[in-house]
C-alpha cells in the first residue's frame, strides 16, 4: 500500500490527512478521488521524494511502497509583503523535499523496531521529519531556560525611558509606573511633581523634584546630561531617602496657566472703559486648595530714565492685587480683598528686573487673583517704565516626604550653561538596597546586584511584589545559587519602568543567572541549567504508558537557520546599548538570531550567556513526551532522567525475575544479543534513581554476572515491584534528558523533556 499525504491548508500546514492506497493507480486518479483540484486550489505533488508536474499527473503510476503528497500553497498577490509569501511555499518545498530523503534513510530502522512495513515505517519518518521543519523554522530554540523576547531593551508596549534612547530625559509620566530598579544602573528619573520657576534676587531659578524608584538606593555621579552637576556652581541637590522631608523644593505647586506675560496698563494708559485689573485668574485647579501664592511681575526693560545730559535715573512703580475664594465651577463665594500693595524701583542699569512676591491667604479654599498697577507711566520715549505679571503660583500643600520612595530634589540658577534641553536631563547611577538572606533570616538592606536577592524581592515586596510569604519561596535554594552567581561573576542590573507581571519579572531576572523558576507543591522553586551527571528518575518501557511515547524534532531550514547568536546588553561602561556574538564551531556565524537580554551589564557575562544560548540552539532540538504513574511526580523541573525507549532504540529494558545476593547473578525477564558488542546494564533504585553502568564479569542470555553487589537490595519475589534493569550497547543506549513539564492527569503525569547534549555546557564553566 502506498502512502499518501494531504495538506490541504496553506496556513497550517499540520492540518494534514492520512490514507493508505493500493498500488498500480496514477497520480490524476488519486486527485480526482480525493476532490484534489488544482484549478481550485493550487498544489504541488511530490511522489516519494521528486516533483511531478500537473501535466504528468495522468500518465504517473505509483508503487506500493511509494510516499504521494499533495500540499496546497498561498495563493493571492502577497499583498504588503509578497516575500513572506514566497518564504512560506519555500518551507513548504522544504517540508515536501526533506522528509522522503530523511524517510528512506530512516524507514527500514523504524520499520523494524515497531513491526511494521519498510513503506509504512517511511512514511512515519517522512511526517515526523515533516512536522520538525516546519515547526522548527528559524526559531531560537532553548527549551530549558527560554529566551527573552525583544521587549526587554527596547520592545516594549510602553516606552521605556531606561532602555528607550529616544525616550532618555526627565519625563512627567502621569498614571505611569513608579520605576523599579535593581542593581546599579544609570537612570533618567521621572518628575514627582510638575517643575516650577521662581526668582530671587533678580536671578531666575529652576525648581524640580524627581522620582528614581521604589525602595532605598545609593545615587551617585548625578550629572545633567553628559556633565557631572559638581561642575555647575549654580545647581543645588538634595538626596531625599525613603521617609526623609524633601527641604529644597515644595512638592505640590500648581503654575496657572493663564498667566504669561500680560503688560500692566498704568492709569495714565488705559483704555477707555478699561478699570486697569487684569484677571482674574484661578490660582489652583477645581477640586485643590491653597493658603498660599506666589506673583511673579517683570519689568522686562527695567525701570529707568535717561535723561537730557546722558546720565540714568531710577524709576518706581506701585501695583496692587486682590483675591477672593471660587468655588468649583469658578463662581464667586466671597468678595474681593486685598492681597498686597506692592512697588519695585529700578536701578541704573539698563536690565530685566524680576521678583517672586509670596503671600500667604487667610482660609484654605480655592482662591482667583487679580492685579492692577496704580502709579502713573512715564510716557518719554526715553523712559524705560513698563511692567508684566509674569506669573501666578499656587502651593497646594503636598506632603513633604514619600514613604518607600527614593528621590532627588535639585534647586538650578538660569545661566548661559544651562538651557531648557539640559535641565530636563537629569541622570545618575542608583544601586539598590536589599535585604540579603544568610540562611538564619534577613539582614538589613546592602548595595546589591544579586540575582537571588533581587528574585526574591520580586516575590516577597508586597507593594509591587507579590507578596509571598517566606515559606512559599525555596530561599535555601536561592542561597545555594547566589554562591555559584557570585562565584562566576553573574549579576542582574536593570530597570522595571513599564507593565509588567511578577512572573515574567522573576523569569528575566533569573534568566541572568541561566535560570527558570517553577512552581512545585506549593512552593515556588528555581532551577539552573548546568552540567548534570547523575539521573533522578529512569523512565522506560516498564513504566511508559503503552502508546503514549511521543517524539519531535526542531530541525532547521536549509539556507535559513540561525548559525549564531548576537545578543544584545546595555553596557555599564557606557550605559548605551552593545552586542555581542556567538556560534557554535563549524558554523559561520553570518546568520546569527538576535536576542535582547535584561539585566546583564557586563560584557563577558553577556558574552558566556551569547556562547550559551547559542550552544542550547544548536544541540537541544530533540523532544520527547510520555505518560507514567504517580512515579512521575518523583522529578523536578530541570532534573536530569534516563530514558530508554525500543522505538527510537534507547536501549531495552525490563524486570529482574530472580537475584542471587552471593553470586550477584541476576536473571532477566528476557534474554538479551550480546554478540561482541560493548553492552552495559543499570538497575533502577528504589528511589527511582539509577545506578552508574554496572561492572559485569559474563552475560549468557537471560543470566548476568554483576562483579560486585550493586549497593541497594533488588526486588523480585518480595510483593514489591521488581527491579528495573537498563540495557544498553554501543549503537543503542538510553539517554539522558531534562525534564521540562510535569502535568498530572488523574492517576497518571504527563512528562515532557528535551534531550540533552553535554556539547552545551562546553567552555561554560557550569
Known amino acids: 500500500m502506498a502512502v499518501l499525504v494531504i495538506a490541504g491548508n496553506p496556513f497550517d500546514v499540520f492540518d494534514q490527512q492520512r490514507f493508505f492506497e493500493p498500488g498500480g493507480q496514477t497520480l490524476g486518479d488519486l486527485a480526482r478521488v480525493r476532490d484534489i483540484d488544482p484549478k481550485r486550489q493550487a498544489v504541488i505533488c511530490n511522489l516519494s521524494g521528486r516533483f511531478v508536474l500537473q501535466r504528468d499527473w495522468s500518465e504517473t503510476v505509483i508503487g506500493s511502497d511509494d510516499i504521494v503528497q499533495f500540499v496546497a500553497v498561498p495563493q493571492g498577490s502577497g499583498g504588503k509583503n509578497p516575500l513572506a509569501i514566497i518564504l512560506q511555499v519555500a518551507l513548504l518545498v522544504a ?53 527573552q523576547s525583544a521587549s526587554g531593551l527596547d520592545g516594549a508596549d510602553a516606552v521605556s525611558p531606561t532602555y528607550s534612547l529616544g525616550a532618555q530625559g526627565n519625563q512627567a509620566r502621569l498614571n505611569g509606573i513608579i520605576p523599579v530598579i535593581y542593581g546599579r544602573h544609570r537612570v533618567f528619573p521621572d518628575f514627582a511633581a510638575t517643575p516650577y520657576w521662581r526668582y530671587e534676587n533678580n536671578d531666575q531659578y529652576l525648581y524640580q523634584l524627581h522620582v528614581v524608584g521604589q525602595g532605598e538606593h545609593v545615587i551617585r555621579d548625578i550629572r545633567l546630561g553628559d556633565t557631572p552637576v559638581s561642575v555647575f556652581e549654580e545647581v543645588e541637590t538634595q538626596i531625599v531617602n525613603p521617609g526623609e522631608q524633601v527641604s529644597l523644593v515644595a512638592t505640590d505647586i500648581y503654575t496657572s496657566p493663564e498667566v504669561s506675560g500680560q503688560a500692566l496698563r498704568a492709569p495714565n494708559d488705559l483704555r477707555p472703559g478699561h478699570d486697569g485689573w487684569l484677571g482674574p485668574f484661578a490660582a489652583c485647579p477645581p477640586g485643590r486648595t491653597t493658603q498660599s501664592v506666589s506673583v511673579d511681575i517683570i519689568a522686562p526693560g527695567g525701570l529707568f530714565l535717561i535723561a537730557d545730559n546722558g546720565g540714568v535715573a531710577a524709576l518706581s512703580v506701585t501695583w496692587q492685587a486682590e483675591a477672593r475664594i471660587i468655588d468649583d465651577a469658578g463662581a464667586p463665594v466671597g468678595d474681593w480683598g486685598t492681597l498686597f500693595d506692592g512697588d519695585m524701583t529700578g536701578g541704573t542699569e ?40 509674569g506669573g501666578l503660583r499656587a502651593d497646594l500643600q503636598g506632603v513633604d516626604h514619600f514613604d518607600g520612595l527614593t528621590m532627588i530634589a535639585i534647586k538650578m540658577r538660569a545661566t548661559d550653561n544651562l538651557n531648557q534641553s539640559t535641565s530636563r536631563r537629569l541622570n545618575c547611577i542608583a544601586s539598590r538596597k536589599l535585604p540579603v538572606y544568610d540562611g538564619n533570616g534577613w539582614g538589613a538592606p546592602v548595595e546589591t546586584s544579586s540575582i537571588a536577592w533581587i528574585a526574591a524581592d ?3 515586596n508586597p507593594v509591587y511584589g507579590g507578596g509571598a510569604d517566606d515559606d512559599r519561596i525555596d530561599l535555601d535554594g536561592l542561597l545555594a545559587l547566589d554562591a555559584i552567581w557570585q562565584d562566576r561573576g553573574d549579576y542582574c542590573n536593570g530597570v522595571f519602568d513599564t507593565p509588567t507581571t511578577v512572573w515574567e519579572a522573576l523569569s528575566k531576572v533569573l534568566r541572568c543567572g541561566r535560570t527558570r523558576p517553577y512552581h512545585q507543591g506549593g512552593m515556588i522553586r528555581f532551577h539552573r541549567d548546568s552540567p548534570q551527571s547523575l539521573p533522578v528518575m529512569v523512565f522506560s518501557a516498564e513504566n511508559i ?33 552593545a552586542r555581542v556574538t556567538a556560534h557554535v564551531e563549524g558554523d559561520a556565524g553570518v546568520n546569527p538570531a538576535r536576542e535582547n537580554v535584561f539585566g546583564i551589564t557586563d560584557r563577558q557575562q553577556a558574552l558566556r550567556e551569547a556562547q550559551y544560548q547559542a550552544r542550547s540552539n544548536r544541540y537541544r532540538r530533540r523532544f520527547v513526551s510520555f505518560e507514567t504513574e504517580l512515579e512521575g511526580l518523583i522529578p523536578s523541573i530541570g532534573d536530569l532522567l534516563l530514558i530508554s525507549h525500543h522505538m527510537p532504540e534507547w536501549g531495552e529494558s525490563g524486570q529482574v525475575v530472580h537475584y542471587d545476593p552471593a553470586s550477584h547473578i541476576l536473571t532477566l525477564d528476557r534474554a538479551h544479543e550480546v554478540n561482541d558488542q560493548t553492552v552495559s546494564i543499570r538497575l533502577r ?18 543470566r548476568v554476572k554483576l562483579a560486585g553487589d550493586p549497593g541497594f537490595s533488588v526486588h523480585w519475589n518480595s510483593g514489591i515491584e521488581r527491579t528495573h534493569y537498563i540495557v544498553g550497547r554501543a549503537d543503542d543506549e538510553p539517554v539522558f534528558a531534562i525534564c521540562l513539564g510535569i502535568v498530572p492527569r488523574g492517576n497518571r503525569v504527563q512528562i515532557s523533556a528535551v534531550l540533552e547534549d553535554s556539547r552545551v555546557h562546553i567552555n561554560q564553566a557550569g
Open 545 to 577: 504508558v503503552l502508546g503514549s511515547f511521543k517524539m519531535e524534532f526542531a530541525l532547521p531550514v536549509y539556507g535559513d537557520a540561525a548559525d549564531g547568536i548576537e545578543l544584545q546588553y546595555i553596557d555599564e561602561r557606557t550605559w548605551k546599548p
Open 458 to 460: 520580586i516575590l516577597r
Open 350 to 389: 539698563r536690565k530685566a528686573l524680576r521678583r517672586s512676591n509670596d503671600f500667604d491667604l487667610p482660609s484654605l479654599d480655592r482662591w482667583e487673583v487679580r492685579i492692577r498697577r496704580t502709579d502713573d507711566k512715564n510716557l518719554s520715549a526715553r523712559a524705560a517704565h513698563e511692567i508684566v505679571w
Open 95 to 147: 517540508a515536501v523535499v526533506l522528509p522522503p530523503i530523511a524517510g528512506a534513510a530512516l524507514g527500514a530502522s523504524v520499520a523494524a523496531t515497531i513491526g511494521v512495513s519498510t513503506a509504512i515505517g517511511t512514511s512515519i519518518v517522512t511526517s515526523v521529519t515533516a512536522a520538525a521543519i516546519l515547526a522548527g523554522g528559524t526559531l531560537l530554540i532553548n527549551a530549558v531556560v527560554p529566551p
Open 685 to 702: 533504585r528504589p528511589d527511582g534513581g539509577v545506578t552508574d553502568v554496572l561492572p559485569v564479569s559474563y552475560w549468557d542470555g537471560e
